[in-house]
């Protein structure tokens, strides 16, 4: 079995502030998932604002260093003591996807440079195996290379442009897709063309994905494993169903909580008492 993510004792504290009136927050506080398996899995980080899931995003991405402890992805070592993978080859084997689309790409530059700078430095590839893996790209989130060949960000809609955003993840065929808020800027409608993207990738082409969302339902329609983060710490981690079937944490109920369901949300109101 692969042992797909593991955070062992992982610490993060930032400091703020100069000498004397320095203060310091515990993004990370000992946090220690593991997930272990043959298939390819999606594994849900939820918690409000502030509980540390961008930083422990970042911590897989190389982006922040941990002020303790290690990351495992897919049997290596990619973050914390003793981790030194080449960078290309890194890269390659993890990849993000940002919340915002608009931001990942400049408007005075077309998207596919995007994706064939990814190709080339990369991914390592040159002169046709780089359309050909445009194109497959493309095609596994359902565009046509043609279709976005020389077109600038403000030419997409949100919904395409993070489309787009999953396309270039993809050239480098990496093992873990990072995907940090990845809908939150998206038009409503369209979220779950990401999400269900999602899925289809796991199942079709094998890719695994870490998706941090403020969204519990959504982290449960596509997740297999939910951590739930509060105040940087991991304060439930388990299977996706049995989380949410039997959460354990208080806080976890309270997140379950504030989904709206079908049957508080037009539960009629009891009739106003008649007046005298
Ligand atoms: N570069 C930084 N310097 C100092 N403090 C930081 C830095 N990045 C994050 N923090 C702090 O660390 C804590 C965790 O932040 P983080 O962004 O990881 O949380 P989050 O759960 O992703 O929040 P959100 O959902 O709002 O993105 C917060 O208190 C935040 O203010």
């Known amino acids: ?33 593991k997930v272990e398996s043959d298939q390819p899995a999606i594994i849900a980080v939820v918690g409000e604002s502030g509980s540390g899931k961008t930083t422990l995003a970042k911590t ?28 290309r080859e890194f ?6 996807i940002f919340q915002n689309p608009f931001e990942a ?9 995007y994706l064939e700078e990814t190709a080339t430095r990369v991914a390592g590839l040159s002169g046709r195996a780089v359309v050909d893996a445009l194109e497959h790209a493309l095609s596994a989130v359902g565009l046509d290379y043609a279709d976005v060949r020389g077109k600038y960000s403000n030419q997409f ?12 993840a993809l050239i480098p065929e990496p093992s873990l897709i990072v995907a940090d808020e990845p ?5 409503a409608s369209r ?20 998706y941090i969302t403020h969204d519990l339902a959504t982290a449960y329609y596509i997740s297999d494993y ?32 504030s989904i709206p369901t079908t049957r508080s949300r037009w539960r009629p109101r009891p009739a106003a008492a008649p007046a005298h």
């Open 191 to 210: 979220r779950m063309i990401i999400i269900n993207l999602f899925k289809r990738l796991r199942d079709e082409a094998g890719r695994s994905f870490l």
């Open 60 to 87: 897989l991405l190389r982006l922040v260093e941990p002020s303790s402890g290690q990351v495992t992805v897919y049997d290596r070592l990619v973050a914390g003591r003793g981790s030194k993978p080449g960078k």
């Open 226 to 257: 939910v951590a739930v983060m509060n105040k940087g710490q991991v304060v439930e981690f388990g299977r996706a169903g049995e989380v949410m079937s039997n959460p354990q944490h208080g806080y976890t109920r309270l997140l379950l909580d």
């Open 157 to 168: 809609s949100g919904g395409e442009l993070q489309r787009i955003s999953v396309a270039r």
């Open 105 to 113: 790409f400049s408007r005075y530059r077309p998207v596919d440079a």
């Open 1 to 33: 079995m692969a042992v797909i993510l593991h955070t062992e004792n992982l610490n993060k504290t930032y400091r703020l502030g100069g000498l004397g009136r320095a203060r310091h927050i515990q993004a990370l506080d000992d946090v220690n998932i």
């Open 183 to 187: 809908v939150s800027m998206i038009d």
């Open 91 to 96: 890269l390659g084997s993890i990849q993000p």
